[in-house]
């Protein structure tokens, strides 16, 4: 099946340093890449649409300066947190989907933030 | 508005019994419809999907889910249950818009516990 990998898995820093997250397709080209904020005992919050070569659509109340994502290739897909603070800690999970509609989502295993 | 609902927030079967997760959508037509089962601190695992076709599905791991229509439903099920099917499972919709591409809309999630 689609493999989507998802690095780091989990990640502590200092508040106010800016923490990047790769997501990637491993065999298969992901023309569309999706990126959810989950917190604890909830359902996934999309946060932004990432076409390649385009840039991403974020969704309502989601800062574009505080949330960088980029999408250079049909496998990789980056989502940097900028100058994290405390509450931008959270469960982080990307997913991956072939550009057909008729395809699901393939998710990666998330990345835990811990901001101290 | 497009929407999904799991109106079981938790349930605990015993280990061997049947299971059946509830999952409703609202929608004008009729959805691509999924079955995502997370387990803890990791990302979402697609358990089965629908298209079209045949409304009872099966799916990794034992598990079938059927739609229906008439009742806007796609509920999980599994004939007997394993301690290892411990998790959360979260129900999804992926309405086909005209652009082409589409968005996931996930439920809430139902954590399932089995006991001994």
């Known amino acids: 099946g689609a493999v989507v990998s998802q690095h780091p898995s989990r990640v502590i820093c200092k508040s106010g340093t800016s923490v990047k997250i790769e997501c990637r397709s491993l065999d298969f080209q992901a023309t569309t890449m999706f990126w959810y904020r989950q917190f604890p005992k909830q359902s996934l919050m999309l946060m932004a649409t990432s076409n390649e070569g385009s840039k991403a659509t974020y969704e309502q109340g989601v800062e574009k300066d505080k949330f960088l994502i980029n999408h250079a290739s049909l496998t990789l897909s980056t989502l940097t947190v900028t100058s994290a603070h405390p509450e931008d800690s959270s469960f982080y999970i990307c997913?991956?989907?072939?550009?057909?509609?008729?395809?699901?989502?393939?998710f990666g295993d998330g990345t835990r933030l811990s901001i101290l | 508005a497009q929407s999904v609902t799991q109106p079981d927030i938790h349930i605990t079967v015993s280990e061997g019994a049947s299971l059946e997760l509830r999952c409703n959508y609202s929608y004008g037509a009729t959805p691509y419809l999924f079955w995502y089962v997370q387990s803890p601190g990791q990302g979402l695992q697609l358990l089965l999907k629908y298209f079209s076709g045949d409304t009872l599905v099966q799916g990794i791991k034992g598990f079938e889910a059927e739609f229906k229509r008439s009742q806007s439903s796609f509920n999980l099920r599994k004939p007997s249950v394993h301690w290892s099917d411990a998790a959360e499972y979260f129900c999804a919709v992926a309405p086909v818009i005209r652009t082409g591409g589409f968005k996931t809309i996930f439920g809430a999630g139902t954590r399932l516990f089995v006991k001994a």
């Open positions: 997913s991956a989907r072939r550009d057909s509609s008729n395809q699901p989502q393939h």
